[in-house]
Every structure is written in structure tokens, then in C-alpha cells.
């Protein structure tokens, strides 16, 4: 019978009978090394098993040796351009927020207050302090505990939010959970040189939401790695301005994987304005960048079937190229493509959970996911 899980991400609904699930920690690594092993042959690279896909020690690893502690997107530095100017996030189940602090410095903290953990910030806003909405202790941008009502000062002395780690690459605010971790950027050197030209950090975002997904983190991010199936599910919406069969996969790198293809309406006045860059950085951040405009997702896990995303539109407002029909059409647009993506990567997972068996070969133009799966493999097994 299938039983409903409590996992550490929250309550776990009912699993599938033929799921992974139940495979020990050490079946599911020496699974993955025999995958790592043979995951190419003469016959082309092969995605990921079906296994990792449907099982939550599985996910347990991942947010373990992954989401613990990569750098993960959470915002752009449009939405924090003034003093007081902050957004919240929720990484693998942790709240946190990234303030503009008064000396113009982003910061990023735990979205936690430091009495008894009240959540302090929602959504995303402009504040002159950081108010707990429990007890009404009072923080600084900086994080500094300014005032305690009703306690005595010596009590509460030195107190500060717990700060985390922030990198700005590109105008993408990445927040990390790991104090320890390498920076960012050097890992996305040769990306930089390829999509700088764009100036995404000059661009504003024009519409953001949140969404979620009944599927595997990895069955999205995949989604996203490939224009493969740009002709078949998105054959009035994407595929006529931007045709899969103008696919090309770009070397990529250990922190990302990299295609492009041509767009068709883009007025264009040189090679490479006529393209759009299509890139993960790993673990979860997959985004669309074009001559003045961006779309990126940020995609979170909250079970082994199931997902959180947000999701950006953002445009190059000074060279007066986002008229707001414009905005409304890259609005329009993102809905219309996330539904068609949706659909399919709800049964996608479900194929992957009912263990009917293996999957592949890979085309040419998915060579990205096979990149994207060896992330996965080094992450786990080193
Ligand atoms: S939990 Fe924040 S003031 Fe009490
Ligand atoms: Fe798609």
C-alpha cells in the first residue's frame, strides 16, 4: 500500500509502490557510479536513471552535497536598488532574505529571528528596520539587533542575524548556504564572456512569480537544458521564433551547460544578436537571454516529486526597447510555454516513478542534460 512520508522538507504525500523508494543510501550511490560508468556507449550518452528521480533518500543526498552548498539564485540587483530594498527566498526548506543595507551594501541573512525564530520578512519590499512580527525585536539592515522590548540591553547585547554568503554575477543575486564555499564567478568565466555583451546586470525585471510543480527538481532543470523538444510542445509558441533545428550545443563548463539558438524576428545587426543563449548554472538556475531581454528560473526541490520555482522576466529599459506591450508579450509568453513545459513534465514524472524501465539514447541536442547528470554524479560521489 502506498504510505505517506514525513520528510525533512515538509509533509511527504503518498509514493508509488514501484518508486526507488527504499533503496538504501549505499544501492542508490553504487547505482549511480554504474550509471556514471556506462552512461555513454556507441549507441549516444544516456540521461540519468530512473531511480534518482523517484526516491527521497536520493533527494536527502542531493540537498546534502548539492543544495547545502552550491550558490543558488534568488533575485537581480533591480529589485534591490535602494536602501531598505529587500526580497525573500526559501532555500531547501530555509527562509532567507537579501536587504540593501544604508551603505549601499547587499546583504544576505536568515529570514530568522534570533529570539525564538519567528519569520521576519515576507515578499519583497522596501523597510527602514527589520520588525520581528512576534515580539517586535528590531534589527538594523546590517543585522544588528538595535532594540528588545522589555528586555535588559546587557541581555541581548552583540546579537545579529545569522549571515549568509551573497555573490553578484551578472546582476543575479546567488545566496549560498555554505560559508566555506569557493566564489562563483571563476567557474563562469567563458559564460560571461559569451552572454556579458547582453548586460543582463543593466536590465530591470519587469514580472516575477512563484509556481509549483508535481515533478522531480532534476525533470525541470532537464526541461530547461534542452530545445530538443521545442518543435513538438512548443510548436506555436516558441518553435517559430526561435527554430529547434537551429540548435547549437556550446562546449559548456564544471559550473553550467550552454546552448543557443537563432532568433528569427530579432532585428538583428550582427551574428550574435541574432542568437539566444540558453544556459543552466548549475545546480538550478536555467535562463534565456536575448538582445534586451532575459527570462530565468530558480528552481528549488520540496520532495522527491514535486517542486518550487520562481521565475524572472527582465528587459534593457534604458535603450527604450520594453514598450509595455512589449512587457505584456513576454508576460504572455513565459505563462504560455511554462503551462505546455508543465503538462508534460507532470508525466514525464510519472513515467519515472511507475520504474518501467530505462530511458535514452540521448539526442545531439540533449547533450546538456548528460553534461548536467555528470554535475549531478561528481556532486555525489566526488
Ligand atoms: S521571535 Fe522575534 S521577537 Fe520573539
Ligand atoms: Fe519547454
Avoid at 61 to 76: L, S
Avoid at 87 to 92: C, G, Y
Avoid at 127 to 144: D, I, M, Q, R
Wanted: hydrophobic share 35%; with cysteine.
Amino acid at each position: 500500500m502506498a504510505s505517506t512520508k514525513k520528510t525533512f522538507l515538509g509533509e511527504g504525500r503518498a509514493s508509488s509502490p514501484l518508486a526507488a523508494e527504499g533503496k538504501s543510501k549505499s544501492e542508490l550511490l553504487a547505482g549511480l557510479e554504474h550509471w556514471r560508468a556506462n552512461s555513454e556507449s556507441d549507441k549516444g550518452k544516456f540521461p540519468l536513471s530512473s531511480g534518482f528521480y523517484s526516491s527521497e533518500e536520493f533527494l536527502t543526498m542531493e540537498v546534502e552535497n548539492i543544495f547545502h552548498k552550491e550558490w543558488q539564485c534568488v533575485g537581480h540587483v533591480s529589485e534591490l536598488k535602494k536602501p531598505g530594498d529587500y526580497l525573500t527566498f526559501e532555500l531547501v526548506g530555509h527562509p532567507i532574505m537579501v536587504v540593501r543595507d544604508r551603505s549601499d551594501e547587499l546583504r544576505a541573512f536568515s529570514n530568522v529571528c534570533r529570539h525564538r525564530s519567528a519569520r521576519l520578512l515576507d515578499g519583497s519590499g522596501n523597510t527602514k528596520l527589520l520588525v520581528c512580527p512576534y515580539h517586535a525585536w528590531t534589527y538594523e539592515l546590517n543585522g544588528k539587533l538595535r532594540g528588545a522590548p522589555f528586555m535588559k540591553p546587557a541581555q541581548v547585547k552583540d546579537i545579529c542575524l545569522n549571515d549568509l554568503r551573497l555573490e553578484v554575477w551578472q546582476g543575479l543575486v546567488f545566496v549560498n548556504l555554505d560559508q566555506n564555499a569557493e566564489p562563483l564567478a571563476p567557474r563562469l568565466e567563458s559564460l560571461q564572456e559569451e552572454v556579458g555583451p547582453f548586460n543582463l546586470a543593466g536590465m530591470d525585471v519587469v514580472h516575477s512569480y512563484d509556481d509549483e510543480v508535481d515533478c522531480n527538481w532534476k525533470v525541470l532543470v532537464e526541461n530547461f537544458c534542452e530545445s530538443y523538444h521545442v518543435f513538438r510542445v512548443h510548436k506555436t509558441t516558441l518553435e517559430p521564433d526561435t527554430p529547434t533545428a537551429s540548435v547549437e550545443v556550446m562546449p559548456g563548463g564544471p559550473g553550467y551547460n550552454h546552448h543557443t539558438m537563432r532568433c528569427v524576428t530579432a532585428a538583428a545587426t550582427n551574428e550574435k544578436e541574432n542568437k539566444e543563449h540558453l544556459s543552466c548554472i548549475y545546480p538550478s538556475l536555467t535562463f534565456a537571454i536575448r538582445t534586451a531581454s532575459v527570462i530565468w528560473l530558480s528552481i528549488q526541490p520540496l520532495q522527491y516529486n514535486r517542486l518550487r520555482f520562481r521565475a524572472w522576466v527582465a528587459r534593457d529599459l534604458n535603450a527604450g526597447r520594453a514598450t509595455e506591450s512589449e512587457v505584456k508579450t513576454d508576460m504572455e509568453l513565459v505563462a504560455a510555454f511554462m503551462a505546455e513545459d508543465k503538462i508534460i513534465n507532470t508525466g514525464v514524472q510519472k513515467g519515472l516513478e511507475c520504474g518501467v524501465g530505462n530511458r535514452g539514447p540521448l539526442n545531439e541536442m540533449e547533450k546538456t542534460n548528460w553534461q548536467f547528470g555528470q554535475y549531478v554524479a561528481s556532486k555525489l560521489l566526488g
